[in-house]
């Protein structure tokens, strides 16, 4: 049975190896947070990070994440200074609407803002080009990605 660390904690995992990180999490430990998709890596709605980094987790195994850190939306929103700033922004800006890219959105967005404290809209437009949103909310995602910058300056 392979070992996890899911959010800072060592999960054991009661699944094969070559099991993708998305089902592990969603149906072996009923954390939700990360959506399906699409299952081909296309659309973002499965986003987690890996080590920091944002990963698709549909099509990543979990014989992939030996030894590194998965990080999922539950502990961005919790836990993370700039996971909190982002959600924060996502609320003000009523990004959302149906909601179901979301997790995805603001994984790429924490993950943008850790490694660029002030984004530029092309720097915003490359990190979420990976991301989809079928209700086509990409002005108030930059909008609030913007404003999470400015909120963590």
Not at 54 to 72: D, E, L
């Amino acid at each position: 049975m392979p070992t996890l660390n899911i959010n800072g904690k060592d999960t054991a995992v009661d699944a094969d190896e070559s099991t993708p990180i998305l089902w592990a999490l969603r149906d072996t430990l009923g954390m939700t947070g990360t959506k399906f998709g699409c299952g081909q890596a296309l659309c973002g709605a499965c986003t987690v990070h890996l080590n920091g980094s944002p990963v698709r987790s549909c099509i990543t195994p979990i014989s992939a994440a030996a030894g590194q850190k998965i990080t999922t939306i539950e502990a961005v929103t919790a836990n993370d200074k700039v996971g909190k700033a982002v959600h924060a922004a996502w609320v003000k800006h009523d990004v959302a609407q149906c909601g179901y890219c979301q997790s995805g959105q603001i994984m790429s967005a924490t993950a943008l803002l850790k490694g660029k404290k002030k984004p530029t809209d092309a720097d915003i437009d490359a990190a979420m080009a990976g991301n989809v949103c079928r209700c086509g909310t990409y002005v108030r995602i930059r909008a609030a990605i913007h404003d999470a910058a400015k909120t963590l300056a």
